[in-house]
DNA sequence: CTGAAAGCGCTTACAG
DNA sequence: CTGAAAGCGCTTACAG
C-alpha cells in the first residue's frame, strides 16, 4: 500500500514476480500470456494504480492518442458546437483532445501546427473557416506538409482555401439557397442581405448562394440592399442600422450570421420595425439563443457537432486516401417566428 | 532540404556538426555555448523545421507542458467562457491544453483524472461545480492524492465540496445576496425564485444567498415561491408554469441560472405577463446572450474568464502553498430591463 | 509463452 | 565550454 510517488511498469511488473514485458503485454492485451501471470499483473496494477506514462508509451509508439484541435476561438458558438462533436467521438475512441485558439492570429495557427509536430498528435482538425492569403496559405502548407510526412493526418472542418487537406463541411452555399428558396417561397420579393467581410469565404459563399437563388426565380439584390459588417453582433446592429436609411421596400433581410441576425433584431426594434409585422429576417447557423429570442429565429441549422464527429472519424480512419477529399453534412432550414409569409402569400 | 521524415535533435546537431547535448543545450536557452556553434545549431534547426518531440522531451525531464482541463460539457456557456480564460492565459504562458468532458458521468471524471496523471500534466483545472456524493468524494480525492503525489498540482473553478484541492471561485452565495439587494433596493417585496436541483451545490448557494437577504430585509420566501426545475430552459420554463398556477402578488422572480431565466420569460410571455410591465426577472451567470434577450435580462456577471485565468496562474504558481486554499472573484449586479421598480419605487 | 535487451528522442549530471 | 553516456518509462523484435 505504500506505493512509490510514481508507480512505473517496472513497479508492477516486480509486484507481479513476472519480467516489464509480460506485464506490458497482459496491460495491452497482446500476445497470449499464461492465465496465472495475468491475473497477478492485472492485481499488482490495480493494487498500485497503475497508470502507464503516455509519453514513454508515444514515445515507444511513435505514435500518440491525442488529436490536436486548433480553433479560432472558443467562445465562437460555432466551434463550441463542433469541438463538442469532437470530444464526443474522442471520448469513444479513448483519443485525448488537445486545444489550442488562434484568437485570430493567423501567425500562430502555423506555429500550433509546428507545436502539434511536436507532440506526435495523431490528427490536427482545423476548426472553422478560411481566408485568401497566398503567402499565407504557402507556409501553413508547408508546416501542414512536414506534419502529414510524418504520417499526421489533417482534417479541415469548414471550408479552407488553398489548403492541402481533407475538409468535412456543410454546404454554406447551398445551405443559403434553400434558405432563399423557402423565402421565396413565402412569397418575399425584396430581399436585403447583411453579409459580413469577403474576406471570409464562408460567408461569402452565403451571400453568393443567397443571391443565385434569387436571381434563378428572377430577384434583384441590388448593391445597396448588400450592408457589409462584422460577423458579429455589433457588425448586424451597425449594418442593419445602414439599411434602414435606404431600404425602403424591403420585406425580408437576411444575415450571413445569427449573431448579426441578434444585432438586426436589435437595430429594427430600435427603429420601430416590427419583425415579423413589418419586416422578416433570418439568421445562418442556428446558435443554441436562436430559438430563445424574440422572435424566435429562422435560420439555416448548421450540423456543427455531427461535422466535429465526421471529422475525427475521417482523420483517423486507416487507409490514406488521396488528399483535398471534400466532405458535405447538409444543414437545414428552421422556420421560426422572425419569418412571416407576406401579404400575397404562397406563389 | 531533403529532410528525413522524422527531423531529430541528433539531424540537428549532426548538421551542425556538434554533440546533441551541445545542440540541446542552445535550444533551450541552457549553459552557455560558444557563439558560433550556437549559430550553427540554430540554423540547422531552422533548416531542417526541426521541432522538438515533446514525448520525449516530458519523459527527459519527467514533466511536461501540457494542463488538463476536465468539465462537464463545452457546450455549458459558463465552461466556455471559463476554458477560453484558461486558454488565454495558457497561450500566453506557452502551455498546452488538453480537454476532457464527462458528459455528467461523475465516473468519467476520475478516469479522466487518472488519464492526466497518465500524462503527466502539469496541472489539472476542474471546471465546474461539483456535488455531494461522499462515495464518488472518497474516490475521486484517492485519485486527486495519486496525482498530486507525483507533484501535480490541481485546482478547481467553483466549489467542489469534499474534494482536497485549491479552489478558484465567484461567491455564488455573495452575488445571490447582492443580486437580491439590488431587487429589494427597487422596491420589490414579493418574490418568487426558480431553483435548481438541491444537489448542485453552487445553485444551492444561489438560493440560499438570495434568501438570506430576503430575511435580513424582513421579507417572506414561502416554499410555495420557490419553484425547482432542471438548470436549463425547459427546466426554468415548467418551473415558471408551475409558478403561475399558484404565484399571485408576486413582483420579480429570480432564475438561480440565466438558462432558467430564458426558459421562464418565454412561459411568462406565454401566459401573457408582461416583463417587466407586470413582473420583474433576473437571471444568474450573464451568458452572453443575456443582454440579447427581449428584454434584455438583469443578471449577475460571472467573472467567467478571470476565473478561468486565475486558475491556470494558481496552478503553475511555485511553491506549494497550503491545500484547500479558496480564492474569490467577485461578480457583479448587471441591471438591464428584465427589471423594473415596483410602482412603490425605491424605499 | 516469457524474458533480456535494444531503442524511441530527449536532457543532464559527469568528465574532460 | 563541449561531448560521451546514462537514464526517463515504455514497447517490441529477437532468442530461448
Redesign the interface.
Known sequence: MT?P??VTLDDVAQAAAVSAATASRVLNGIGTVRADLRERVLAAAASL?Y??????Q??ARAS?Q?VGVICH???DPAA??V??GI??TA?ELDL??????T?GDPE?EIGHV??M????VRAILLVGSGFEDPAWQQAMN??LG?YT???GRVVAVGRRPGLNVDTVRSGDRTGARDLARTLVGLGHRDFAVLAGPPALTALADRLAGFREELQRAGLPLPPERIAEGAPN?DGGYAAAHGLLASGAGVTCVFAVTDEMA?GA??AL?HHGVAVPGRMSLAGFGDI??AQ???PSLTTLALPLEDLGRRAVAVAVRSGHTRRNRVERIAGHVVLRSSVAPTPGGRR
Open positions: 506505493e510517488t510514481r494504480s497508470a502507464p506514462d503516455a509519453h514513454a508515444a514515445l500518440s491525442v476561438d472558443l467562445a463550441t458546437g469541438v463538442r470530444m464526443r471520448s485525448r483532445v488537445s486545444i489550442s485558439a484568437f500562430r509546428a507545436a509536430r511536436g507532440q506526435r508547408g508546416e512536414r510526412a510524418g504520417g453582433r441578434v433584431l436589435a426594434r443554441p439563443f430563445d429570442l424574440t
